[in-house]
């Protein structure tokens, strides 16, 4: 159980596998007001840095769960070059069926919704672990404006303009799922920059250090054509945030 090598290749020097920034992170962690021994839970934690942070700042506590034996790697490497491995742990296994062993103060799926699969189904798995009048975050793209064609849609990496919302389409849908929209932080273009153009790096690296490896050809064909699909769709039709979430 893992995730696809080239997702190590392509974010190997990511701490954040989104495109927010660490300052973004912080100021969601300062603006959620986090009380030391807060208890989280992240699903899909990646390399962990929002717990690992969020535990050196605010002396929260909590679990991470990530399908990726690279990530969760690096995430307990964290843990211990921030001094909090006492107060954070990671476990290497499906998120999507991760209900934790006592309720949380504070339950997170922040950029992959699809082990819902989608929103409202991510939502209910968070619900399970949440403890009434708990926090939940979900980080989920959404158009930044409207897509006007499929070729459009299809450059961001969607099939159809359905699998992604509009800002306040979005917004919308986590009210019709019984929840109040507490606070948000949003990415913008620079944050989109950092994250993507960050991607390619990894692979020029990657490449030159194995040019006989067999995804080489898959690799060298994604370096090629990504900068440009990426500046010309992703940049200008995607948006991206972390939003909190209170059950009414």
């Known amino acids: 159980m893992d995730l696809p090598r080239i997702f190590g290749i392509r974010e190997a020097s990511h701490r954040i596998h989104n495109p927010i920034t660490a300052d973004k992170l912080a100021a969601l962690g300062q603006a959620l007001d ?4 807060t208890r989280v839970l992240d699903l899909a934690s990646g390399s962990g840095e929002m717990l690992c942070t969020w535990a050196r700042d605010h002396r929260i506590t909590g679990t ?15 843990a211990a070059e921030l001094a909090v491995a006492d107060r954070v742990d990671f476990v290497h ?13 504070l339950a997170a799926c922040v950029g992959a919704t699809w082990i819902g699969p ?11 672990s949440l403890r009434p009048g708990g926090l939940m975050l979900i980080g989920e793209p959404y158009w930044r404006q409207e897509p006007p064609t499929q070729d459009v849609i299809e450059g961001c990496h969607a099939g159809s303009r359905a699998d992604f919302r509009t800002l306040p389409e979005l917004l919308e849908s986590f009210a019709g ?18 994250y993507q153009a960050a991607q390619w790096f ?29 500046a010309q769709y992703t940049r200008e039709y995607l948006g991206w945030g972390i939003f909190a979430l209170m059950r009414r």
């Open 34 to 37: 986090l009380v030391p021994g």
């Open 64 to 78: 991470g769960v990530d399908i990726s034996t690279v990530f969760t790697a690096k995430a307990r490497a964290r």
């Open 93 to 105: 296994g499906d998120a999507s069926g991760y209900v934790a062993h006592e309720p949380v103060d």
């Open 118 to 128: 989608g929103v409202a189904g991510t939502v209910e798995l968070l619900a399970r």
């Open 177 to 194: 799922l019984g929840y109040d929209v507490v606070e948000m932080v949003l990415a913008d273009q620079d944050s989109w920059d950092r």
């Open 202 to 230: 990894n692979l020029r690296r990657w490449l030159d250090h194995s040019p006989d490896d067999e995804l080489a050809a898959e690799i060298r064909a994604e370096l090629t054509t990504e900068p440009a699909r990426y």
